[in-house]
């Protein structure tokens, strides 16, 4: 079975200074992850992916995450954060049913907050 | 090219009234996922369609809670006698035909449906 748990619910930084959004997964098998991020009274807008080539993964609005099998975790960084960075943010796995299909499974989201 | 649209973006409903919402996948998707978010939480899987079939319908309330995803026309996810505690936002998501573990869904903007 797959599962994925965002260590912290809520997260604050200061503008310009570096942010980590931490993400560890269990899966019986290689998996694939993703990063969602979801602004106030917004959809959802994917970040990043990783499919199994490279381990660092690079996504838009500067964001980018390591995949680290070791450890079982895909956390995302920033080197330095914005205000527009401001919003919740979702770890994903991608599960495998038993009919074949792939689903996501959402970890709990962290919320991103910007000090100016 | 349009995006996964849903309709519509807010919906107020009595106790007891019947709510529907409505998602176009995008051109070329052919498989449908409904998710709940409630307010403070994470997404939680309700049930995915392709056209004419429901293949996992295992985050679905046991009652009142229906989706099709007919041959023609949006998918709908259909509540009957609405209670408060189905306040929430629905997301729609679509994927293309054939499916892989990396490949990322595509969200719509949601429905923020409100049971006064």
């Known amino acids: 079975a797959q599962s994925v748990t965002q260590l912290d619910s809520h997260v604050s930084v200061s503008e310009g200074t570096p942010v980590l959004l931490r993400c560890n997964y269990s899966s019986s098998y290689s998996p694939s992850l993703f990063w969602y991020v979801q602004h106030p009274n917004k959809g959802l807008q994917l970040l990043l992916k990783?499919?199994?080539?490279?381990?660092l993964v690079k996504g838009i609005n500067g964001f980018e995450a390591e995949f680290k099998k070791s450890e079982t975790s895909f956390h995302l960084t920033k080197p330095s954060a914005h205000m527009s960075d401001a919003a919740e943010y979702f770890c994903v796995v991608s599960g495998l049913r038993t009919s074949g299909t792939y689903k996501y499974i959402f970890g709990t989201g962290t919320r991103l907050k910007v000090l100016a | 090219n349009a995006g996964v649209m849903q309709n519509p973006r807010h919906l107020v409903r009595r106790r007891g009234q019947e709510a529907r919402l409505r998602c176009s996948p995008m051109?070329?998707?052919?498989?449908v996922y409904w998710y709940r978010q409630l307010p403070e939480e994470g997404l939680k899987f309700m049930v995915y369609?392709?056209?004419?079939?429901?293949?996992?319908e295992s985050g679905m309330p046991k009652e009142r809670f229906s989706a099709e995803f007919p041959k023609e026309g949006p998918s709908i996810l259909r509540i009957q006698q609405v209670v408060r505690g189905d306040s929430a936002a629905y997301f729609c998501?679509?994927?293309?035909?054939?499916?892989?573990?990396?490949?990322?869904?595509?969200f719509g903007s949601g429905t923020r449906l409100t049971v006064v």
């Open positions: 990783y499919t199994s080539a490279a381990t």
């Open positions: 369609l392709q056209k004419e079939n429901i293949i996992d």
């Open positions: 051109k070329g998707h052919s498989h």
């Open positions: 998501a679509s994927s293309p035909p054939v499916q892989r573990a990396n490949y990322g869904y595509t």
